[in-house]
């Protein structure tokens, strides 16, 4: 058994699997954030912003903030353009003094998206960083965070766990 989307039931509970991984990091020891503190818009018409993630990072001088945009997209087909075109990025990331805007996608991106996100990091004037993680590269981000498996994935945490009381 692998670890899979199949065990979430919805674009919400995605979402919150995504704040819940993002508000785990701080717990990370191999990473130079110190807090993270997650604001999720809710139920209804979000505006392209489900989550506005705060990271207050170290750099062993000075502490800084930097905020993310994300957005998941919890689709069985690809994520084209025209999913989030009613979405002005560069204005969005603006408008809540953020880095940068991250689309979570359950499925994969189309290259016309990859291709869009690309041309905006090279392009931007301002800076922003436009970035998207396909379905397997959010499970590889999860499957190291055991916290979240009972909670969000419970079949692949109850597999996983009898094979550990086997072995005992």
Same mark, same amino acid.
Request: hydrophobic residues 35%; charged residues 25%.
């Given at each position: 058994m692998?670890?899979? !989307?199949? =065990?979430?039931s @919805?674009?919400?509970h995605?979402e @919150?699997?995504?704040a $819940?991984f993002?508000?785990? /990091?701080? %717990?990370?020891? $191999?990473? %130079?954030?110190?807090n993270? $503190?997650?604001f999720?818009?809710g ?10 993630i #705060? !990271?207050d990072?170290?750099? #062993?001088?000075?502490? !800084?903030k930097r905020?993310?945009?994300?957005q998941?997209k919890?689709? $069985? ?6 999913k989030?075109? +009613?979405? &002005?990025?560069?204005?969005?990331i ?6 940068g ?5 359950? *499925?994969?991106?189309? +290259? ?5 996100? =690309?041309? /905006? &990091?090279?392009e931007?004037? %301002?800076n922003?960083h436009? #970035?998207?993680w %396909?379905?397997?590269?959010?499970? +590889?981000k999860?499957?190291v ?6 909670l969000?994935?419970p ?6 766990n *009898? !094979?550990?009381? &086997?072995?005992?």
């Amino acid at each position: 058994m692998n670890l899979s !989307f199949d =065990e979430i039931s @919805d674009g919400d509970h995605f979402e @919150d699997l995504t704040a $819940e991984f993002f508000r785990s /990091l701080k %717990n990370d020891a $191999e990473n %130079n954030i110190t807090n993270v $503190e997650v604001f999720q818009s809710g139920i209804g018409v979000d505006g392209g912003k489900d989550i506005l993630i #705060e !990271f207050d990072l170290s750099d #062993e001088i000075k502490i !800084f903030k930097r905020k993310w945009i994300i957005q998941c997209k919890f689709h $069985e087909d690809t994520i084209s353009p025209s999913k989030i075109q +009613s979405v &002005n990025i560069p204005t969005l990331i603006h408008s809540y003094g953020a880095s940068g805007y991250l689309l979570i996608c359950k *499925s994969r991106p189309t +290259s016309g998206l990859t291709n869009l996100f =690309e041309r /905006l &990091n090279k392009e931007c004037k %301002n800076n922003y960083h436009y #970035e998207c993680w %396909n379905g397997s590269q959010f499970l +590889s981000k999860l499957l190291v965070k055991y916290d979240l498996h009972a909670l969000f994935f419970p079949k692949y945490h109850d597999y996983i766990n *009898s !094979f550990k009381t &086997n072995q005992q």
